[in-house]
Every structure is written in C-alpha cells, then in structure tokens.
C-alpha cells in the first residue's frame, strides 16, 4: 500500500502543479487489482469484505477531486 499511496500523492502533486495554468488531459491505465472497488454497483462478494480498503479509498478520492471520469472494463468470467 505504501508504494501505491506515493503513486497517488505523486500524481496530485503533479496534478495541482500543472493544472494552474492549463486544462489538462489526463489518461491513468492500468490493472489496479482492487477487488473490494465495486466499479459496476454490485455489492462487494463475500470473500473480498474483509479486505483493506485504503487504497481503494485513496484511488477514488484522487478521482472524485479532481473530478476524473472512468472507463472501465471487466471480465464478466473469471479468466483463469
């Protein structure tokens, strides 16, 4: 988690810096493996409720600061 959270107060650094003074485009990708961050609705599955949420609660908060959208995908089936 701590790496993760560095990755984030990163990024809102370099968000707060360089959007003083222009719009920006902001493109984040990647497989986050955060299984207790319900993107579709859905309640959380049974197995994953007693996981830790802080960095799922970091992602979403850097997201809804600064007002991100997201696109996401994901298998419906289990793909392994």
Same mark, same amino acid.
């Given at each position: 988690?701590?790496?993760? %959270?560095?990755?984030?107060?990163?990024?809102?650094? !370099?968000?707060?810096?360089? %959007?003083?003074?222009?719009? &920006?485009?902001?493109?984040? &990708?990647?497989?986050?493996?955060?299984?207790?961050?319900?993107?579709?609705?859905?309640?959380?599955?049974?197995? !994953?409720?007693?996981?830790? =949420?802080?960095?799922?609660? &970091?992602? &979403? %908060?850097?997201?809804? =600061?600064?007002?991100? %959208?997201?696109?996401?995908?994901?298998?419906?089936?289990? =793909?392994?």
């Amino acid at each position: 988690i701590e790496s993760f %959270s560095n990755m984030l107060n990163f990024l809102q650094t !370099y968000i707060n810096k360089e %959007s003083k003074d222009h719009h &920006m485009n902001i493109l984040i &990708m990647g497989d986050f493996n955060l299984p207790c961050l319900r993107w579709n609705d859905e309640p959380v599955p049974h197995q !994953y409720q007693y996981l830790d =949420t802080d960095s799922a609660d &970091m992602l &979403m %908060s850097i997201m809804n =600061t600064n007002r991100l %959208s997201f696109l996401v995908h994901w298998q419906a089936n289990q =793909t392994r």
